[in-house]
């Protein structure tokens, strides 16, 4: 896909690497639908102009999904990408004192969500002579990090749910695939540098680059995922963090204290 009349929803667009894709497409030429529960959606909406559309989505709910890939029909006719971005960590805890009620919201969010998209957006793309999907997963979801347990499983179910789906719908002519940031500059990385103390310098320390991630860093490889050029590219899942999962294991995020 190169733009133009391209039509793609974004899930959790409205801040964060969801609004950077939700840039990086708009500015492509692709009419966007800004998909998000926050309430920022529509001035983000806004902000970008013509050719950008917003709707308050809860990505749990089945109807609020189903909703949103009916508003991108209803709208422009078309639905030709799909860029899961939603997703939630709001406990940094061992998996013995994880809250059982933060697990649930976890994995509705981040897996459920993803799920939740695709089994409502694959069938009209497939309809509509294909199209393309990407999921952000995390590097967590490879490697695993300490105090984000419920979320690496989450997002490891991402990257194999993006597997299945591949395998499913590519015969119709739609490609799925993951993207897997490290740790990005967004507002769930500064929650957690806030509640462990000294641990940005420790994740930069463990990155071969030596900084965090930019959101622009992950939108412009969603964003190739969409296009044409990524035209024979499905079914991977695609680490964006930075060279941290090369580095030693020593070095890792987090790690536990005794």
Not at 17 to 27: D, H, K, S, Y
Not at 158 to 180: F, H, M, P, S
Not at 184 to 199: H, K, V
């Amino acid at each position: 896909m190169t733009g133009g009349e391209k039509v793609a929803v974004v899930t959790g667009g409205a801040s964060g690497i969801g609004l950077a894709i939700v840039e990086c497409l708009a500015g492509s030429g692709f009419r966007v639908l800004v998909a998000d529960v926050s309430g920022k959606e529509s001035e983000v909406a806004a902000g970008l102009g013509a050719g950008v559309e917003a709707i308050h989505v809860d990505v749990t709910s089945p109807g609020d999904v189903k909703a949103m890939v009916e508003a991108a029909l209803d709208g422009w006719g078309r639905l030709d990408g799909l860029v899961n971005v939603a997703g939630t960590c709001p406990n940094f805890d061992l998996i013995g004192d994880c809250p059982v009620e933060a697990y649930d919201l976890i994995m509705d969010v981040n897996l459920k969500g993803t799920f939740l998209a695709i089994k409502y957006a694959a069938p009209v793309m497939a309809a509509g002579g294909g199209g393309s999907i990407v999921n952000i997963a995390s590097a967590g979801g490879i490697g695993g990090v300490a105090r984000m347990g419920a979320y690496c499983a989450a997002k490891a179910g991402v990257i194999q749910l993006t597997k299945v789906a591949a395998i499913e719908y590519g015969l119709q002519d739609v490609r799925v695939n993951a993207v897997c940031p490290g740790t990005t500059l967004t507002p769930m990385a500064e929650n957690f540098f806030t509640s462990m103390p000294g641990q940005r310098e420790e994740v930069e320390a463990a990155t071969a680059l030596g900084r965090l991630g930019k959101p622009s860093d992950v939108a412009e490889v969603a964003a190739f995922l969409l296009s044409d050029a990524a035209s024979y590219v499905t079914g991977t899942a695609v680490p964006v963090e930075g060279g941290r999962l090369a580095s030693p294991v020593s070095r890792q995020l987090a790690r536990v204290e005794s």
